[in-house]
């Protein structure tokens, strides 16, 4: 049996990658720092709960020690992230504060999460880790004219997923014996973009999930230090 924690899970692109690995038969760890969002989530679809915020040490070290009493984890999908807007809400919110704010919840989150999961990983015959980042975070389609991350300015959210990339690389580098997957899931109707799927653009989260489950199955020879996309592979 598969176990794996999926963090920010209680809702949006995290509560239907949660969704899709339960069905797929992981043993699901649904991670959130709401307690009554994630048990009613975990006990949706048959998941598991454990309290989780990313952003605070102590939470997540208490988190993994549940994990590691109840047997171990074997796959980590990165999902928790935020975007942070102004005041008027038609802007992204770029005071310092803010910054710091989704740089912590997106970026230093994962290492957090990660280092704790490490211990655990390493003896799973099939460790991998999944980060969630975002096509706004590579080079590439934020250059390629053909692509939307070339046309949306996003200063410090883009910027934190570009972090997400490089630490999903120098990861692969330095822990060969896990790997390491970067994932774009497309552009996503969830509230990370400021209000529900019916006020915003994006594709159901349940079709964004697919590409994130994907690379949360993968076998012992499946891929690492790579950047994914529905189509294949994203140019980082």
Same mark, same amino acid.
């Given at each position: 049996?598969?176990?794996?924690?999926?963090?920010?899970?209680?809702?949006?692109?995290?509560?239907?990658?949660?969704?899709?690995?339960? +069905?797929?038969?992981?043993?699901?760890?649904?991670?959130?720092?709401?307690?009554?969002? %994630?048990?009613?989530?975990?006990?949706?679809?048959?998941?598991?709960?454990?309290?989780?915020?990313?952003?605070?040490?102590?939470?997540?070290?208490?988190?993994?020690?549940q994990?590691?009493?109840?047997?171990?984890?074997?796959?980590?999908?990165? &999902?928790?992230?935020?975007?942070? @807007?102004?005041?008027?809400?038609?802007?992204? +919110?770029?005071?310092?504060?803010?910054?710091?704010?989704?740089?912590?919840?997106?970026?230093?989150?994962? $290492? @957090?999460?990660?280092?704790?999961?490490? =211990?655990?990983?390493?003896?799973?015959? &099939?460790?991998?880790?999944? &980060?969630?980042?975002?096509?706004?975070?590579?080079?590439?389609?934020?250059?390629?004219p053909?692509?939307?991350?070339?046309?949306f300015?996003?200063?410090?959210?883009?910027?934190?997923k570009?972090?997400?990339?490089?630490?999903?690389?120098?990861?692969?580098?330095?822990?060969?014996?896990?790997?390491?997957?970067?994932? *774009?899931?497309?552009?996503?109707?969830?509230?990370?973009?400021?209000?529900?799927a019916?006020?915003?653009?994006?594709?159901?989260?349940? *079709?964004? +999930?697919? $590409?994130?489950?994907?690379?949360?199955?993968?076998?012992?020879? %499946? =891929?690492?230090?790579?950047?994914?996309?529905?189509?294949?592979?994203? =140019?980082?």
């Amino acid at each position: 049996m598969t176990t794996t924690l999926v963090t920010g899970a209680n809702k949006g692109l995290g509560k239907e990658t949660a969704r899709l690995l339960v +069905a797929a038969g992981h043993t699901v760890y649904v991670g959130a720092r709401d307690k009554a969002r %994630g048990e009613a989530t975990a006990e949706e679809f048959g998941a598991r709960f454990v309290q989780l915020d990313v952003t605070d040490d102590a939470s997540v070290a208490a988190a993994l020690a549940q994990i590691e009493a109840d047997g171990g984890l074997d796959v980590l999908v990165n &999902n928790a992230g935020i975007a942070k @807007r102004s005041q008027s809400g038609r802007a992204e +919110a770029l005071d310092g504060p803010s910054a710091l704010e989704v740089f912590d919840a997106n970026a230093v989150g994962i $290492i @957090r999460v990660t280092e704790a999961a490490l =211990p655990l990983l390493r003896k799973s015959p &099939n460790p991998v880790v999944v &980060n969630v980042s975002s096509a706004l975070g590579s080079f590439w389609a934020v250059h390629e004219p053909s692509r939307p991350a070339s046309r949306f300015p996003s200063i410090v959210y883009g910027s934190s997923k570009a972090a997400v990339s490089m630490i999903t690389v120098q990861y692969s580098r330095a822990v060969p014996e896990v790997k390491f997957n970067a994932v *774009e899931p497309g552009i996503t109707a969830t509230e990370l973009g400021g209000g529900g799927a019916g006020s915003h653009p994006g594709r159901p989260a349940a *079709e964004s +999930a697919e $590409i994130v489950a994907k690379l949360a199955t993968i076998g012992p020879d %499946g =891929p690492t230090g790579t950047f994914h996309e529905d189509a294949g592979i994203l =140019p980082w």
